[in-house]
């Protein structure tokens, strides 16, 4: 194999590249913006780190929170001390940082844009706004807004949920999650380097009404959003019928990242998933088998694909279904605030520990000793007054 082109510099394009620059392939990236930032938080979980040391064995900035607050209306909140840290970036900072491994395994980068790609033989011929070439092999990260239609997931309506929000000035040491009647998604604030983040997204709602929800929350919280940076973005969320058919691979190519729609449909995360799958890609390419095409959406399958497949299916019991005579997101911070039981399992949830197919089991062996706990701790407030002032 002579030359891979990778279309797309994100963290899915970046480490793609470096790991088969690495193995000694020729390996050309392209992307428009090269480092750039971008939407959310750029939080890391357990999963992440634990799986590729690298991304906080580095000097790049950023923070560790240890802290997370989850609340609903009519449930107060409650507060989870992480014993896995989330490790929060810049998405500039990480971007830059993942493309300068690339380029020092070998890759390289080259600002454009892919306009086309057309089969040529047994390789591709790309036009890019610099000129053109040709490739042995594409790896697409083009994002979940691919303009290529011929390579990578095809989103529909119902395979997207909108993330927006603002950068704001202000520090703090915890992050906020907070969950909002009828919403399928939530609203978070982020602490960054330098400034929060505070951010609403969401599924099967206009962008224009979930900026409002996000602004009445900001306003509430005597955050001031007039005047701040604004930002959107589209984050892939497929429904259950879509991760069978969806298009992770063909001749000549496999998409990785949000350009195979793999993010977790319940908590937006794509970081991990972005990662992994570009590790996965490159491990294919550079096996011996000639099936890779089949390879490769099988490995995503058993690695994790399964798995958020059937998160798709649990998505809106999370959101809107009831438990107990009320709201799922409210029996979830009531528990976790008086359970520490239910606490460990929305630990383990954060850190990545927790997959969606063994959640019910272990909620319902959990479950009398959970009620158990809320019982004795609303039997104990009461006998014990909170302390005035």
């Given at each position: ?187 978070w604030i982020f602490p960054r380097c330098g400034h929060l983040s505070v951010g609403i997204c969401g599924k099967g709602e206009p962008a224009s009404s979930l900026r409002q929800r996000l602004e009445r929350f900001m306003t509430e ?169």
């Amino acid at each position: 194999m002579k030359q891979v082109a990778i279309l797309g510099g994100g963290p899915a394009g970046a480490y793609a590249a470096e790991c088969l620059a690495g193995a000694g392939l020729r390996v050309i990236l392209f992307d428009e913006k090269l480092a750039w930032e971008k939407p959310c938080g750029g939080g890391l979980t357990y999963k992440a780190y634990n799986n590729y040391p690298f991304l906080i064995e580095n000097s790049t900035p950023k923070r560790f929170i240890r802290e997370t607050a989850i609340a609903a209306p009519q449930a107060g909140e409650a507060v989870l001390k992480l014993e896995d840290p989330l490790v929060i970036y810049s998405r500039l900072d990480l971007n830059r940082m993942l493309l300068e491994r690339a380029e020092a395994a070998g890759a390289q980068i080259e600002k454009a844009r892919v306009l086309e790609m057309a089969r040529g033989g047994a390789g591709w011929r790309l036009r890019t706004n610099a000129g053109s070439l040709e490739a042995d092999f594409c790896i697409v990260a083009t994002g979940a807004r691919n303009p290529l239609r011929e390579v990578g997931t095809q989103l529909s309506a119902g395979d997207a949920m909108s993330a927006l929000g603002y950068y704001v000035e202000g520090d703090q040491a915890r992050i906020d999650i907070e969950f909002a009647p009828t919403l399928r998604g939530y609203i978070w604030i982020f602490p960054r380097c330098g400034h929060l983040s505070v951010g609403i997204c969401g599924k099967g709602e206009p962008a224009s009404s979930l900026r409002q929800r996000l602004e009445r929350f900001m306003t509430e919280r005597g955050i001031r959003w007039k005047g701040a940076s604004f930002y959107s973005h589209l984050l892939p969320s497929l429904d259950s019928a879509s991760w069978r058919e969806n298009r992770v691979s063909g001749e000549g190519w496999m998409a990785v990242g949000d350009a195979a729609g793999l993010v977790d449909p319940i908590t937006g995360e794509g970081l991990y998933y972005a990662i992994r799958s570009a590790d996965l890609a490159a491990r294919t390419l550079l096996s011996e088998t000639a099936e890779k095409v089949n390879q490769y959406r099988q490995l995503l399958r058993r690695d994790f694909a399964a798995e958020l497949e059937f998160g798709s299916r649990l998505a809106q019991r999370v959101f809107r279904g009831r438990f107990l005579f009320d709201s799922v997101p409210v029996r979830m911070v009531q528990f976790s605030r008086r359970s520490p039981r239910f606490s460990a399992i929305m630990q383990d949830l954060f850190a990545g520990k927790q997959p969606y197919s063994s959640l019910k089991r272990r909620l319902l062996r959990n479950l009398n000793g959970s009620l158990y706990d809320m019982g004795m701790s609303l039997g104990f407030s009461r006998l014990v007054p909170r302390k005035a002032g």
